[in-house]
């Protein structure tokens, strides 16, 4: 027993500080996803952030509608920025932006993305070997 609380102990002194840095300076991914939200925000919105004139899909749609000011308690029911489509050739998407994380897309969105669309920016992250990076792309269909 005295083993499990020592451990316990010694796992919870070391995440508080990580855990306490990540809510306050270290900000974690959100800088990036900030960053890519106020990029598309003049191109997409409307009159209000629950209007967009173009559409927009993302791998983390909450996220960047947040970002672009849908209020929190719509946050969920939102329907500026859609979930990053799984098939993008069945469904034709026009002149949307796409707001992705490229370690979460498989290799023939990837490639979909390079060839229908324009990249517009990039904002690079690593973590370790994983590839973070956000990348905003602009459908040229």
């Known amino acids: 027993l005295w083993l499990y609380r020592g451990a316990m ?3 919870i002194a070391f995440y508080t500080p990580l855990l306490f840095g ?14 890519a939200a106020a990029l598309i925000k ?3 919105l409307g009159e209000s952030p ?3 004139v173009r559409p927009v899909y993302a791998t983390v749609p909450v996220v960047v509608a947040f970002y672009l000011g849908v209020p929190p308690a719509e946050i969920m029911g939102q329907r500026v920025v ?3 489509p799984s098939d993008l050739e069945q469904e034709k ?11 979460m897309l498989p290799a023939a969105q990837q490639y979909w993305l390079q060839h229908h669309c324009r990249l517009v920016a990039e904002f690079p992250a690593r973590s370790g ?10 459908g040229l269909e």
């Open 9 to 11: 102990a010694l796992c």
């Open 42 to 44: 003049e191109h997409v």
């Open 129 to 138: 070997p994983k590839d973070r990076t956000i990348a905003v792309y602009e």
């Open 50 to 52: 629950r209007q967009a």
């Open 22 to 35: 990540y809510v306050t300076s270290m900000y974690g991914d959100r800088p990036r996803w900030q960053e």
């Open 93 to 103: 998407h026009g002149n949307a932006f796409y707001v992705v994380e490229r370690g």
């Open 82 to 84: 859609r979930q990053f």
